[in-house]
């Protein structure tokens, strides 16, 4: 299944926020690489449960003596909450025991520690998310910003979530659920790191070394590359066409402006490696990354700083911290998943549950 977004930053490949995807790798997706990942295709539906009974021409209904258990009515004839239930079981079943056994497995191991979470803790996390929404391509950089500090369009971020989630059948309750596993996580997670001044040079390097800073037009398809590529040989100005043509909106309302980045920085390799390559003025080929297309201009190119590491040290441990401290998120939700004792009673997701995970022991009544 694959949806693109037009309206929406969705030049960036959105991802379905599917919790655990395979046993080998964190099953609760970091939400700062979920919007520039391919869409994952939708696992099959697992087959009905066995029924030994005579066949049907209609889901099973309350009668109308029934005990209140009717979810609906067309006509006049029930509809029973027990269909509705056995459908969404064998529909999206697994996807949703996978983010309620993560959150378990979260919450539990938080309790053993001593930890607790707070809805100004969730609320942190949305906010981050919103903040990374908006931010072109990557958080430059790798740190967080706290809520209110800095410029932040929260309407147009919104907006733009809510587009993802309806393109992805995502409700707004599984996002505050993944916001919540985010809150524990970071929590679980910043016991663990620990910042060594061996990784301050690096980081520096990252930081203040010499920088490019680009405009760029984001598409999605190779047709939408043909049009822009046909207007840039008419000599149509670039950054024209990156507020008009670039499917990401955010991109687009700047011109395609991004901040200045280093060689070193978050940005996607591709990108880095063209943008250091070219001169100011200068237009690159088109560069294809997890399947979304970008076509950059450099502005001007910045020498590295001259600030001495001395006077910035904090700076680069917090920076150092914040992205071990997400690295450790994705680590952390999967070596949770996989050490959990599962057991799921009902027989076809039972069997659903191991078809997709047959590395992991589940267990059942």
Not at 107 to 118: D, E, T, V, Y
Not at 145 to 154: I, K, L, Q, V
Not at 197 to 220: M, N, P, T
Not at 347 to 353: K, T
Request: glycine share 6%; aromatic share 6%.
């Amino acid at each position: 299944m694959r949806h693109r977004l037009k309206a929406c930053a969705a030049a960036l490949a959105l991802t379905a926020w599917a919790g655990c995807q395979a046993p080998d790798r964190a099953p609760a997706e970091p939400l700062q690489s979920i919007w520039e990942r391919p869409t994952a295709e939708k696992p099959p539906v697992p087959a009905a449960r066995e029924n030994t009974g005579p066949p049907t021409t209609a889901p099973a209904a309350v009668s109308p003596a029934g005990d209140g258990a009717a979810i609906a009515r067309v006509n006049g004839e029930l509809i029973a909450r027990s269909t509705l239930l056995d459908v969404l079981l064998e529909s999206h079943g697994v996807d949703l025991l996978e983010k309620l056994i993560v959150t378990a497995t979260l919450r539990q191991q938080a309790g053993k520690l001593g930890i607790r979470i707070s809805e100004s803790d969730i609320r942190w996390e949305h906010d981050d998310a919103l903040r990374r929404i908006v931010t072109p391509l990557t958080t430059l950089g790798g740190t967080t910003t706290m809520p209110g500090a800095g410029d932040f369009d929260r309407e147009a971020a919104e907006r733009t979530l809510d587009e993802f989630l309806a393109a992805k059948n995502i409700s707004r309750a599984e996002f505050r659920m993944r916001m919540e596993q985010n809150a524990y996580l970071r929590k679980l997670a910043e016991r663990e790191v620990r910042v060594e001044d061996s990784l301050l040079a690096d980081e520096y390097r990252r930081v203040y070394g010499e920088k490019v800073q680009a405009r760029c037009i984001q598409l999605s398809s190779p047709d939408a590359v043909k049009r822009v590529r046909a207007a840039l040989e008419e000599g149509k100005d670039f950054e024209l066409l990156a507020r008009t043509m670039s499917e990401n909106r955010f991109l687009a309302a700047q011109g395609g402006l991004l901040p200045p980045f280093t060689r070193y920085d978050d940005v996607p390799k591709l990108l880095r490696d063209a943008a250091f390559a070219l001169k100011p003025g200068e237009i690159s080929s088109t560069i294809h990354e997890n399947n979304t297309f970008y076509i950059l201009r450099i502005e001007r190119r910045f020498p590295p700083s001259q600030v001495g590491v001395e006077n910035v040290k904090d700076d680069l441990r917090r920076r150092i911290r914040d992205r071990l401290v997400r690295r450790r998120m994705d680590e952390m939700a999967g070596e949770l998943f996989r050490a959990a004792a599962i057991e799921i009673d009902d027989p076809s997701l039972r069997e659903a549950f191991r078809q997709r995970y047959p590395d992991i022991n589940v267990g059942g009544r």
